[in-house]
Structures are given as structure tokens and as C-alpha cells.
């Protein structure tokens, strides 16, 4: 139990183009999502809160116009790098709490590897 | 000073021994405490979480909390080469927006 799906688990962008990453909660159900990125050696670095029906929220110095989230159901929750740049090329991992088990623990999807040219 | 804070190794154990693996942290308010293993490339992988004070066992793992003291460890027992991975110590505090941060993480490696 407790999977989480990641789509794509890679995906290669020209510079000046969006790309949308699909995170969804395969056997239960989540009204929080979370959005990390990692950089090569480094450690998770959380972006953002998504809570289903509602605005995500946004760490300090991350772009909320640039990495637009919608968690639109209770097991999808999708994130929309815009205007991607090479900086942006990174590890990008989302996570889920599970609202039936009443526990702060997040189960992390399998990831995508965005590379920006 | 960083919230968690983990040595980042690499910690280098032969075959079998045990790898002691620590963190703390500096939130008082922090009230669940997890431990992640990444292999390179990959996303975490959780092993342990632990809310209470004292030892929690699961397999080879055991997890150890003292909240006085802000310190969570992480025991492997009988470490085998798949366990050469990199650990990650996360601690949640819902006073701080009920979210994960994480430490640093320790590298470890374990010898045939």
C-alpha cells in the first residue's frame, strides 16, 4: 500500500518551454501533496504544499509564477515548471499523506529528472 | 545552524557489523521523526518513523528518540551491501507548518 506514481520519470525541454509533471496517489487518498527538488549531492529541498481544492503554498525564494500547481482530486496533484531554464534542471520528487491514517508520514513517489537545453 | 543536522559520512562499515547513524535537530516543537534511505538516483524510501521517546524496532532497523537531548539515531544491524545507500533524517513539526525537514544525510558504505 501507500504508492505513489510519478509522470514522466524523465523528460528533456528546450529552453523557454513549460513542462507539466503529474504526481497521483495510487491506493489512497491525499488532501496534501508536497513538491521537493534536489539537486545533484544535495538534500530535498521542499517547494511547495499543494492541498486539494485549494492554493498550494509556496516556501521562501520559490517562484509560485513559475512552478504553478494544481491539485485539482484527492490523488492527483500536477506541477507546471514554466519558461523552464537550464537552472531549473534538477531531481523533482513529490510526496503524500495518506488522510485515512492519522500520521504525519509521507510516502515520496519514484520522481522525475527534468533536464533543461 | 541548520534545523537537522546529520554527519555526511561516507560511514564505512564491513559486512555484517552494525552502522550507528545520528541526527539533531533544533526544533523543541518537532513531535515525529523519520528515517529515509536514497540510493543514488532514486527517490527516498521510508524505513522508520518514530514519535515517542526510546527505541523502536523493525528488522535490522532500530530507531532511537530522546527529545531532551533533540537527537534521533538510527541502528542497522547485521549490515549487508545493499544497505549502502544514503540515509536521510527527516523531522515534521506542526507548529512549523506540519511539513518535513530534512538533514543533510549520511553516506553510508558497507564493505564485503
Known amino acids: 500500500g501507500a504508492v505513489v506514481s510519478q509522470h514522466p520519470s524523465w523528460v528533456i525541454c528546450k529552453s523557454g518551454t513549460s513542462v507539466k509533471i503529474e504526481c497521483r496517489s495510487l491506493?489512497?487518498?491525499?488532501?496534501?501533496m508536497f513538491w521537493y527538488r534536489q539537486f545533484p549531492k544535495q538534500s530535498l529541498m521542499l517547494m511547495a504544499t499543494?492541498?486539494?481544492?485549494?492554493?498550494?503554498?509556496?516556501e521562501q525564494g520559490v517562484e509560485k509564477d513559475k512552478f504553478l500547481i494544481n491539485h485539482a482530486s484527492l490523488t492527483l496533484s500536477t506541477l507546471t515548471v514554466t519558461s523552464a531554464h537550464p537552472e531549473d534542471s534538477s531531481f523533482y520528487i513529490c510526496?503524500?499523506?495518506?488522510?485515512?491514517?492519522?500520521?504525519?508520514?509521507?510516502?515520496f513517489g519514484p520522481g522525475t529528472r527534468l533536464t533543461v537545453l | 545552524q541548520k534545523e537537522v543536522e546529520q554527519n555526511s559520512g561516507p560511514l564505512s562499515v564491513p559486512e555484517g557489523a552494525i552502522a550507528s547513524l545520528n541526527c539533531t535537530y533544533s526544533?523543541?516543537?518537532?513531535?515525529?521523526f523519520f528515517w529515509y534511505r536514497q540510493y543514488s538516483g532514486k527517490s527516498p524510501e521510508l524505513i522508520m518513523s518514530?514519535?515517542?521517546?526510546g527505541d523502536k524496532e523493525d528488522g535490522r532497523f532500530t530507531a532511537q528518540l530522546n527529545k531532551a537531548s533533540q537527537y534521533v539515531s538510527l541502528l542497522i544491524r547485521d549490515s549487508q551491501p545493499s544497505d549502502s545507500a544514503t540515509y536521510l533524517c527527516?523531522?515534521?513539526?506542526?507548529?512549523?507548518?506540519?511539513?518535513?525537514?530534512f538533514g543533510g544525510g549520511t553516506r553510508v558504505l558497507v564493505k564485503p
Open positions: 527527516a523531522v515534521n513539526s506542526r507548529a512549523a507548518g506540519n511539513k518535513l525537514t
Open positions: 518514530i514519535y515517542s521517546n
Open positions: 526544533d523543541r516543537g518537532s513531535q515525529s
Open positions: 491506493d489512497f487518498q491525499a488532501t496534501t
Open positions: 510526496s503524500a499523506r495518506d488522510i485515512a491514517v492519522n500520521t504525519d508520514t509521507q510516502y
Open positions: 499543494s492541498n486539494e481544492g485549494s492554493k498550494a503554498t509556496y
